[in-house]
């Protein structure tokens, strides 16, 4: 009962023994149910031996008395830690036969006990103190684990009693808060991951447990009293999950990762906005396909926000942020729409740079304005600054994480070959695009002798071939497998995929701009639509319809062209001429100025007369050709092509709206997770559970199973107990097998699970099929006794 140092040699097989241990674990990696049957016995051998039951009676003689475990130096609470290793191994997959053996074993479940309860020495580190104590916790889950029979459950609610749990939880939280302050970086760090892992092991066994009524009894009573205390980790930090497994509903408790609250309105909102609810299925594979995004960005966001509280306070305060930022501008476009003249006009300034640098006031009394223009201004750019760079440091490293974790594991891929890492398809459209531009530039210089000016085959370059050729190189590199490759990659990933960043971009370059000609600082004003959600759905219904709306665009060009090669044959005399800048005048002489001038004066106002064309009376010879010219232009362009357009966007905004209602409904009356509907889930028989919106908000809140995919992708795959490394696996094979199907916990206790292919029956459904199946009995027993009378009949 005292204690005493080990021997060296001792320390020697202790050491043998751990490794023994290790390696017996080692053969039941990965819950190999065969390796564990083994272990047990071997049916080909002439001689068994079962190591299960031997290793279960080594744990029993180390916790033999509470003394021993007091008495305990590292060296043998390591070895005791090795034994609960290969409990777990053997014990976790399920292996039903060992649970059923180990929890027979005489002594094993009070061992348990024993270590959870224990005061170990101060001469245990508090982190191998806690070790051994969640090692402990879990032997007892893995006992029960993926159990659709209570044998065992009866076993250990006889034995264990949920007061060793709680006082277990309160030492737990107690040793915590004392510790909080005390011990820093990694020493912290472990200590805090064995609590949550120790208490989500203790809401585990509360859930698996409360099945026995013994021991749900008892456990009500502590759930009451704690209901008065404050909130604690187990109530805070620990979640459940449930998951479809083999055949049931088993609840899974983990931690909540500590960056879960990182994960912005803004990004969940925007997930909702573009995901296919359709059906439970469809919504649950978006969200775990998107749920590697989610993770960056609470990894991102939440380090960034431990190091930085600046970040961190924007971070949280950025819708505010953005609209002070916007606040700003428009007092800044205020001061200059009041005080910008233009140039040549001895009022106001036409730029700060000029007021200030250059040319100066035209009259002083416009100092105070100049001034107040150039603080603004100022204070404008260092805010778009800001943000440039807040979306710099969040979403750049996010690209970067993705763009590496895609090119690991194409490299780690069987199916995908070096070659296979680039598109040499992708420059198929791009090849036609450039000979239609050479050509187009080529025609223009042999057509226009006169003017053969760079700008055209400027903006031909920089509109249209120059953003088409990146397209298409992001498209051939599938791959980023070279630094070039890659650093191209993150740079147009990043302007492409994140307009937070790009934006700010633009609206920095306006701000710089702005100095030099006010009129670019009035283009800061359209960041309203950044800010407004309002406005974003506006954009959204215009952006949806852009392929239709584009289409109607050439259409109107085609117009135009025909109606400029015949007006120009047929009435060419009968078109306006323009004033010039040199007093002269300009007619229409070609195809083309016919089409500029159509295009310019005749479209916005559909029609030709008046605008293009002159009156004409109906004594010329041409006048019904000329009516029908002109009659036929207001309608198809004035009255069909602009009654198309308002046409589509009203049916963008009504098909917006018609999409976001459909999307509310079924946010508000469906399961996202399981598929229940409101009135299905209300009219279930027999069932008196938590309320649909219990159910909705709480059992099945969807964005748990988010931070429970995260817990699992940030755990040792070797630490999965059997339910984890099921889900994981059916998380890499994108199967959502894993996840309820129209059931839940609750309503597998209250045995009122409804089939998929009843899905929509109601309670008087249920009656009235029941009242129906009374009269087919009822009928039938007519039929049998007047079967029963002709039978008689024919006997005698």
Known sequence: DEFVPLSAEQRGYFKN??????????MCEGHNLVSQNLLRSQPLHATKVNLVDAVCHVLVAQTDTAEMLVNM???????????????????????????????????????????????????????????????ALIVIAALIEGRNDLKVHTILASQLQPAMFELFRKKLNHMLERSAGKIYGEAWAKLESHSLDALSKVKTLYNDLRTVSVFNEKLVEIELQRKKMEKDMLDS??????????????VASFPVPKDSKYLTLKTKNEFLANADLATSEKRMKQLIADAPTFMAEMQQVYLLSERYPSY?????????????????????????????????????????????????????????????????????????????????????????????EYTLQCYESVNLKEEDFRDPGAFTYWGVTLIMNAAFSYMHFMNFPDNRGATLQIAVLFGINLPWTLTCVRNYIVVPDTPAARMFCIVYDTLVSKPFFRNQ???????????????????????????SAVLANVIRSVSDSAVCLAWVFYLFVVTVIIYAAFGLHSFRDDFMTIPTDDDGYSNCNSVISCFFLIFYQAV?????????????????PDFLARVLFDLSFFIWVGVLLFNIITGLMVDGFGALREADDEKADILENQCFVCGFSRNTYDDLPNFKGPSFDHHKQVEHEFWKYVYFYVYLKRKSKSDFSGVESYVWEMIASADTGWVPVRNSAAIQAAAAFVPEDQEGVTKEDYERMESELAKVSASNEHLARELARVLEHLGE
């Open 312 to 404: 961190g306070w924007l971070n949280q305060n950025l819708t505010m942020y953005k609209w002070f930022q916007y606040g700003l501008v428009v007092i800044l476009n205020l001061n200059i729409l009041m005080a910008s003249f233009g140039e040549g006009v001895p009022k106001g300034y036409t730029s700060i740079v000029d007021g200030i640098f250059r040319d100066g006031l035209a009259s002083p009394v416009y100092a105070p304005a100049l001034y107040t223009s150039a603080v603004l201004g100022v204070i404008n750019g260092i805010g778009y600054l800001v943000m440039m760079v807040f979306s710099t440091m969040t979403e750049v490293p996010i690209i970067v994480r993705k763009l590496d």
């Open 237 to 250: 930090d620990i979640v459940d999950l449930e998951v479809q497994w083999k055949d049931r509903i088993e």
């Open 604 to 620: 916005p106002n559909g029609m030709l007369t008046a605008t293009v064309l002159t009156n004409v009376d109906n004594s010329r």
């Open 505 to 531: 971009v633009l609206l920095l370059c306006f701000s710089i701009n702005g100095f030099f000609e006010s009129r670019y600082f009035t283009l800061m004003l359209l960041d309203v639509m950044n800010n």
């Open 17 to 26: 023994a751990n490794q023994t241990l290790f390696m017996l674990c080692q």
């Open 73 to 135: 130096e590292q060296t043998e609470i390591r070895l005791v830690i090795g034994s609960l290793e290969f409990a777990i191994e053997m014990l976790q997959g399920p292996c039903h036969a060992n649970q059923e053996l180990a929890v027979r074993v005489d002594g094993f479940v009070s061992s348990l006990e024993k270590i959870v309860e224990s005061n170990f020495s101060s001469r245990v580190p508090p982190s191998m103190r806690l070790e051994i104590k969640t090692k």
